[in-house]
């Protein structure tokens, strides 16, 4: 088949604007069929709007993006066909039991009647709902519908599943046993995985991780090359005073900290050598010390220019979670 | 573990294929309307106190001029429409409860053609109002209607057609209001003067000639008036009864036929869902 050869999910010069608000503004990306690849970046970003193009919902503004082969504007229903969604908002019909919503899925998409009843037993033991399935959506819980909604996405084998924050609002276990059911299809069937998240342990299970911030990607590469890129160790502090030791960072070291989840952060080459020097030369009095190797979320600091948790909090607003069930 | 199922197969379109798709959308309706029986039951207290209260009371004042048919007579087909009209409205009009729920972006991003989508709405919107209508028409008898076989299949059909069109207009409703407080008001707005401006509830030869041409530009007005000519001809009446209970609609000087009526319908839900599926498809 020619299109086996054809990436996943090829972007080139994609913008997206919606009246004043320029949500995507020119990126390109190549994902490789097979491969788990993650989608970073803070609230507003765009990444769910360059899914939503992916997956042939929003028209692009400009450029163009071709997915299993086929491009997201010419060839809708052939996309349509080849992709698998998993939206950040919930779209069961929790009046409907697990399986009338797995069999209206299965319709919808035509699913050859032969193998229908065996695939939805096949997706709901994946995901760990076959018991389930005849109660009503209604009465599960939060992560139980998550995994109902993955399990839909891969009811008609889709080539290409994209999945925009499959594990937000979940318990760390449930989070887990979500990334132990990606691994799993990988190891199942041929299938590419485009995921977003918040969560950077999470974009760890990545085959490629790229970032995105304003509309632009601004790093893309695998979790461990773009640590490595960063180079640099993360040391944080607990003081007294942490504006004051902001400011004797500067005159001592020429180095600039932030605060950062209450203590204050900075990155130097070598960490571990530079905690002496730290002790013996700052003004402020030091209550703890870490060092940490570069993580991802240094990666997203750097790239962003916030972490990842103060991003979410999104300015503190406490509406951010209520907005996403629009 | 199950016995591993190779790749299911999705065909590559087809006509097959979209009445599929518009089949379980209908199924779907059938099972939510099977769950909600207090609905059924509420939206059948409107048209029987319009049946009973209304044309019982009003029956001794229009008595008078129209010797051997009751007012309830008269009223019975145009309850019958009233009562599939706020149903399948409202069938139409829960896509609003669709878009909030998210599930309408699980239907609008399938393979399939948005008008096969809108399709299985209409015909389930209006098998749920026509088989909601099937226990007024069982009153039929208490009102002085007979109960004929003929006569009560094609009142069924031409049920089972204004559902379809006013499920269509729902939905072309349903496409404009994006939030569920908005939906409401929007129903007391549109259909609540379709109902009035149709002959429903009263003969319209009486009205102002400016109501006249509104009455003649509601869709429903050629839905009621079949249904009225199809009761008024198994009853025994006068000509000077029939004329003041059923004196048909006329453009100028032309009487509509029947099957011009009927036309008209299919034509307005032609034309309704068309618009719908136009707007449906262009969505967010
Ligand atoms: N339908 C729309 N109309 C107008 N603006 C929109 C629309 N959808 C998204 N936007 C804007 O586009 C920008 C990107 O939004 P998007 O939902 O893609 O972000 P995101 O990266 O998915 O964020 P999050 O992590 O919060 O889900 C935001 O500024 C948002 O307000
Ligand atoms: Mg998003």
Known sequence: MGEQVAAAVRVRGLVKRYKEVEAVRGIDLDVVPGETFGFLGPNGAGKSTTIKILCTLVEATEGTAQVAGFDVARDRDAVRRRIGLVFQEPTLDAYLTGEQNLRFHGELYGVDRSTAAARREEVLQMVGLWDRRRDAVQTYSGGMRRRLEIARGLLHSPQVLFLDEPTIGLDPQTRASIWEYIRELHRREDITVFVTTHYMDEAENCDRIAIMNEGRIVALDTPEALKRAIGKDRVVITTDDDGAAIASLREQFEIEAAVHEGAVSFAVTDGAAFVPQLFARLDVPIHSVSVTRPSLDDVFLAHTGTTIRDAERGGGNPFAIMARGR | ?284
């Open chain 2, 1 to 284: 573990m199950t016995t591993e199922v190779a790749a299911v197969r999705i065909p590559a379109g087809g006509l097959r294929h979209e009445l599929r798709a518009a089949s379980v959308v209908w199924q779907r309706e059938m099972i939510r309307f099977s769950r909600d029986r207090a609905r059924v039951v509420s939206s059948l207290v409107q048209p029987v106190l319009f049946l009973f209260v209304l044309g019982g009371g009003l029956s001794s004042i229009v008595q008078a001029g129209t010797g051997s048919v009751d007012f309830k007579t008269f009223l019975f087909p145009g309850v019958l429409a009233t009562s599939v009209l706020f149903t399948a409205a409202f069938a139409g009009i829960s896509m609003v409860w669709d878009r909030e729920f998210g599930f309408l972006r699980e239907m609008l991003v399938a393979p399939v053609s948005t008008a096969a989508i809108l399709t299985g709405k209409c015909v389930g919107g209006a098998t749920v109002a026509t088989l909601q209508s099937l226990v007024l028409l069982a009153l039929a008898g208490t009102v002085g209607v007979p109960y004929d076989v003929v006569m009560l299949l094609e009142l069924v059909g031409l049920l089972f057609l204004m559902a379809f069109m006013i499920t269509a207009l729902g939905l072309l409703l349903a496409s404009r209001v994006k939030t569920i407080q908005a939906a409401m008001p929007m129903v007391q707005l549109i259909i609540t003067p379709l109902m009035f401006l149709s002959g429903a509830l009263f003969p319209l030869s009486g009205l102002p000639g400016w109501l006249t041409v509104l009455t003649h530009v509601n869709p429903m007005t050629y839905a009621v008036e079949p249904m009225r000519s199809v009761v008024f001809a198994r009853l025994d009446t006068d000509a000077a009864t029939l004329a003041a209970f059923d004196p048909g609609i006329h453009w100028g000087d032309y009487r509509v036929s029947l099957g011009l009526q009927v036309l008209v319908v299919v034509l307005a839900c032609l034309l309704l869902l068309t618009a719908a599926v136009a707007r449906f498809a262009r969505t967010e």
